[in-house]
């Protein structure tokens, strides 16, 4: 008997680890920074809020309603800089700048 994961289960275990979820997120604002997919980004902070314990203990950890959360982190969601703050601190992660690199 194989003990076969589904890809959410994977994602899921992947991500709770605190390092991974810190490279894949980083990955995800860079991406959004080139080609302003919002919905990818949010999906990616879904997918890592979710693994590291869930929406709902997001939401109390950060003082939103779990409902106000998951419109947030949705498809169409446009998160204020303070929420998007809130919620990155929640992760336990903040907002680090660094040079753009030019190409010649």
Avoid: C
Wanted: proline fraction near 3%; glycine fraction near 4%; avoid cysteine.
């Amino acid at each position: 008997m194989t003990n076969n994961k589904t890809w959410s289960e994977y994602r899921k275990s992947y991500l709770s680890d605190p390092e991974k979820a810190k490279s894949y997120l980083e990955t995800a604002f860079e991406e959004f920074q080139t080609d302003d997919d919002r919905a990818a980004l949010m999906l990616a902070l879904r997918n890592v809020a979710e693994a590291q314990g869930g929406i709902s203990k997001l939401a109390e950890s950060v003082d939103m309603k779990r409902e106000n959360l998951y419109r947030t982190l949705s498809e169409k969601g446009n998160p204020t800089l303070e929420t998007l703050r809130d919620i990155l601190n929640g992760l336990h992660l903040k907002i680090r700048l660094e040079p753009m690199v030019e190409t010649s």
